[in-house]
């Protein structure tokens, strides 16, 4: 027993030296698990500042206590820290339980990308939208509901008016006509979901896809890789896709997890137009087949509201 104690306890010290040796590579661990999901360096603003040069415009005991404790500062109207805060859409930093010696490993491997000693970061995130234009389709349908909303806001301001002067009701045959009205709404509805049925935008199960795609869905990014990412410690470890492209017309199953919270998974087109969307579900994989016939740029949006960054989450892929 004792042996056993001392065995363990001399393995955790050859681990915890092991992982003292590389600061900057446990920098990029972590770096990737905790921050790399709302900052950037060197590819620009996301839903926090790129972190690009950082330790040049910060003095380090700021960054150290910004880092560990971002929500305290904030709480302690530090001036820097506000006014981060009012230019990032009033979002808080969350506090990610960083300890100091962590947060000079992520300030090394920052410091380390700002260098250019691990080159190839910069850009890697999508541009921005340029401003979306509703592919034709989607005002038709938008169009259409709003006709129908406007029918049924109609009829029921018509029913409340029709209270004013009440009248006798023939309760027999007001039956009469509600069996009639179910009866064809009944049929027109079975005869349209009939019609509409194999047109349903379904992958045939025995359809074999060309390409697997694992995607992870965390506040407030999507990561892309060939292997499943299960939980957030996956990342950093399991290497990621950084720009997913696809030959046009390949077969693509998207298996898309959670690492938080509910998300959405919304494939959009070149032309905007919404191509696929699923769930993403922490504890789930959905899985998602889509042939992607036409080539261009293709973005992926959150379409499930998740927190305040939620309207940033997006990642972009290229169809060639
Ligand atoms: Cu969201």
Known sequence: MLRHTALLAAAAL????AARADTAADGKVLY??????????????????????VAARRPEAWLLHFITAPDKMIAAKDEVAVRLYEKYNRIIMPNLGLSEADARAVLAHIQAMTAGAVPAAAAARPSPLPQPELAAPQSAVLTTFLVLAALIVAVFG????????????DVKRAYGVRKVFFVTAAVVLVALLVATLPRAPYARADLKPDRIVHV????FDFVFSDEP?????????VPTIQRL?????????????????NHGFGLYGPQRQLVAQTQA???YVNRL????????QYKAFCLEYCAAGHHLMQVGLTVE
Not at 248 to 259: K, P, Y
Not at 289 to 296: D, F, S, T, Y
């Open 158 to 169: 018509w029913i409340a008016l029709s209270t004013r002067s009440p009248a006798e009701v």
């Open 281 to 283: 579900m922490p504890g």
């Open 32 to 53: 990737e698990q905790k921050c790399a999901a709302c900052h950037t360096i060197g590819g620009g603003d996301r839903i926090g500042p790129d972190l690009h040069g």
């Open 289 to 296: 087949v889509v042939r992607l016939a036409e080539p261009g």
């Open 216 to 219: 992870a869905a965390r506040q």
């Open 14 to 17: 050859a681990l915890a030296g």
């Open 245 to 261: 492209a696809l030959k046009a017309g390949t077969l693509v199953e998207f298996r898309v997890t959670s690492l938080d919270v």
């Open 229 to 237: 990412i299960v939980r957030a410690t996956d990342i950093g470890r």
